[in-house]
């Protein structure tokens, strides 16, 4: 889907081709899947078509196709097939632009393209660093209650700029939420059988809560 498959040479003709089948694909034929005589085929949006100001009159069967037409209808049909692994990726899960960006590009994607995308995507309001900063930090202290120094960890290894990181951290993880956080934790470690006050203060050092709140939990217990 959205992919070209040129036939060899065909990146750069020297004389017109002749369109020998063009057909709408998609749930309500919002895509046009256009084959050349060369061999190559190009699944495009209908619609894009039109804003780019390409002769859709031409791209029906018997049609001929300039050199710099298909020129332009390749790198269209390279950016939609982009555009759509991209969205695909961020309907399946948050993600930043830094790991937006690796796995487009270990696609095999040009890099010039890619940032353009991204640029695009978040002045769409699709692409947006701090809002999955947040909304992963949220989860996780819910789910798994640590310290500030391995969210922001976690955040890094997510690709969130290291100033974000910590900004949305300490936003969120204001010394209060902190301390129910490690409470939660606490409560749940000492249900286990055996946990001394030694492993207890170990195992929150681990999920990063500082000594000093350590000290201050387990001096009662």
Same mark, same amino acid.
């Given at each position: 889907?959205?992919?070209?498959?040129?036939?060899?040479?065909?990146?750069?003709?020297?004389?017109?081709?002749?369109?020998?089948?063009?057909?709408?694909?998609?749930?309500?034929?919002?895509?046009?899947?256009?084959?050349?005589?060369?061999?190559?085929?190009?699944?495009?949006?209908?619609?894009?078509?039109?804003?780019?100001?390409?002769?859709?009159?031409?791209?029906?069967?018997?049609?001929?196709?300039?050199?710099?037409?298909?020129?332009?209808?390749?790198?269209?049909?390279?950016?939609?097939?982009?555009?759509?692994?991209?969205?695909?990726?961020?309907?399946?899960?948050?993600?930043?632009?830094?790991?937006?960006?690796?796995?487009?590009?270990?696609?095999?994607?040009?890099?010039?393209?890619?940032?353009?995308?991204?640029?695009?995507?978040?002045?769409?309001?699709?692409?947006?660093?701090?809002?999955?900063?947040?909304?992963?930090?949220?989860?996780?202290?819910? %789910?798994?209650?640590?310290?500030?120094?391995? =969210?922001? @960890?976690? !955040?890094? &290894? *997510? $690709?969130?700029? #290291?100033? /974000?990181? +910590?900004?949305?951290?300490?936003?969120?993880?204001?010394?209060?939420?902190?301390?129910?956080?490690?409470?939660?934790?606490?409560?749940?470690?000492?249900? %286990?059988?055996?946990?001394?006050?030694?492993? =207890?203060? @170990?195992? !929150?050092? &681990? *999920? $990063?809560?500082? #000594?000093? /709140?350590? +000290?201050?939990?387990?001096?009662?217990?």
């Amino acid at each position: 889907m959205g992919k070209l498959e040129p036939a060899e040479g065909s990146s750069s003709p020297s004389a017109n081709l002749r369109v020998v089948a063009a057909g709408q694909s998609g749930t309500i034929g919002e895509r046009l899947k256009i084959t050349l005589s060369d061999g190559s085929s190009f699944l495009l949006p209908a619609e894009a078509l039109l804003q780019q100001g390409l002769p859709v009159g031409d791209l029906t069967p018997g049609g001929e196709i300039a050199p710099e037409v298909v020129q332009r209808l390749e790198e269209l049909a390279q950016s939609y097939a982009l555009r759509s692994r991209a969205l695909r990726l961020l309907g399946a899960s948050a993600q930043t632009a830094a790991g937006l960006r690796r796995k487009l590009l270990a696609r095999g994607a040009a890099p010039s393209a890619v940032q353009a995308l991204l640029e695009s995507l978040a002045r769409e309001g699709l692409l947006d660093d701090r809002a999955f900063a947040r909304g992963w930090v949220q989860n996780r202290l819910e %789910r798994h209650p640590e310290g500030e120094r391995l =969210l922001v @960890a976690g !955040l890094l &290894r *997510r $690709g969130v700029g #290291r100033e /974000l990181a +910590r900004e949305v951290v300490a936003e969120l993880l204001d010394p209060q939420a902190e301390r129910q956080s490690a409470v939660r934790l606490l409560e749940k470690l000492g249900r %286990r059988a055996g946990m001394s006050r030694e492993r =207890l203060a @170990a195992a !929150l050092r &681990r *999920r $990063g809560f500082s #000594r000093h /709140l350590i +000290r201050e939990l387990l001096e009662d217990r």
